[in-house]
């Protein structure tokens, strides 16, 4: 996996931010929290309240079948911040950076010789989320969002892999979220293409993420996602699943979450990890 795929992940795979809201209780007793309803690898329909910040930080470790330590399995380390406005009622805008560093060993009997390791700022990113439906009664938000990544990153030169993915792209998606009780759910159907620059013959990136959690208690939320991720250009397709827990703690919420591959075509499968924390200002 070329170092340009890596990133590309590891951006596709950052979560968009979002506050939970409250329920009234519908038995007499005190008024529940609803389930949290971001995920770690899934998006959510519900934008951040009108005139509010976050900051979310997060470690997205990644790496192949044969883990950090050996000689010839590649791996990256992600590092990224991200800032959330909430411009009006049902609209955000978000803007995001990093910094990452990557091995992805060069095969052997490669005539020209070429850098394998690679470190310094990742691209800058801008993002929008529209909610244009939200049915309280029925608990179910709908949104688009529009991502746009700029070439901002360091670039790959003689001694070191670059960390930009090296061209324009524009990403949108239709975003689903919806609760059934303690039970919240969210679905995603994206599509991302290179719209400037060299995409070394990539043409586009089409996904589909589907994630559940339950509220076990109003500070721990388990949650499972499956994700499918098809690259046209390398005509590349990856199948996986994430699993993590969610904990919204006094007005801030933690996420720890750990992504595998089932299957995969014209690519390595990989084990990702993550960790986010994100926070009101």
Same mark, same amino acid.
């Given at each position: 996996m070329t170092s340009r795929t890596w990133l590309l992940t590891l951006w596709l795979c950052t979560p968009a931010v979002a506050l939970g809201f409250d329920d009234d209780g519908t038995d007499g007793s005190s008024p529940r929290a609803a389930p949290e309803h971001g995920k770690a690898a899934t998006?959510?329909?519900?934008?951040?309240?009108?005139? &509010? $910040?976050?900051?979310?930080f997060s470690y997205t470790p990644a790496w192949n079948d044969r883990g950090f330590d050996s000689a010839d399995a590649g791996y990256a380390h992600g590092f990224a911040g991200t800032l959330t406005y909430g411009a009006a009622t049902d609209v955000d805008v978000k803007l995001s950076t990093g910094f990452a560093s990557v091995y992805a060993p060069v095969p052997q009997g490669t005539a020209t010789p070429a850098p394998s390791r690679g470190a310094g700022p990742s691209d800058l990113a801008f993002g929008t989320r529209w909610r244009f439906l939200n049915l309280a009664a029925q608990a179910l938000e709908l949104a688009l969002?529009?991502? &746009? $990544?700029?070439?901002t990153g360091s670039q790959t030169t003689a001694d070191e892999l670059g960390l930009s993915q090296g061209f324009w792209s524009a990403r949108t998606a239709?975003?689903?979220t919806k609760d059934l009780g303690p039970i919240t759910a969210n679905g995603e159907i994206a599509w991302m293409v290179p719209v400037s620059g060299d995409?070394?013959?990539?043409?586009?990136?089409?996904?589909v993420n589907g994630a559940i959690g339950w509220q076990l208690?109003?500070?721990?939320?388990?949650?499972?996602?499956?994700?499918y991720q098809a690259t046209l250009g390398p005509d590349a397709h990856v199948l996986g699943f994430t699993a993590g827990m969610i904990a919204p703690i006094g007005g801030h919420r933690l996420v720890a979450a750990i992504q595998r591959s089932l299957w995969a075509l014209n690519t390595p499968e990989t084990t990702?990890?993550?960790f986010f924390f994100k926070t009101a200002l």
């Open positions: 998006a959510d329909a519900s934008p951040v309240d009108r005139g &509010v $910040v976050e900051v979310e969002t529009l991502d &746009v $990544v700029l070439p239709l975003v689903a995409a070394d013959g990539l043409r586009s990136v089409a996904q208690t109003p500070w721990l939320q388990p949650e499972l996602e499956l994700n990702s990890a993550g």
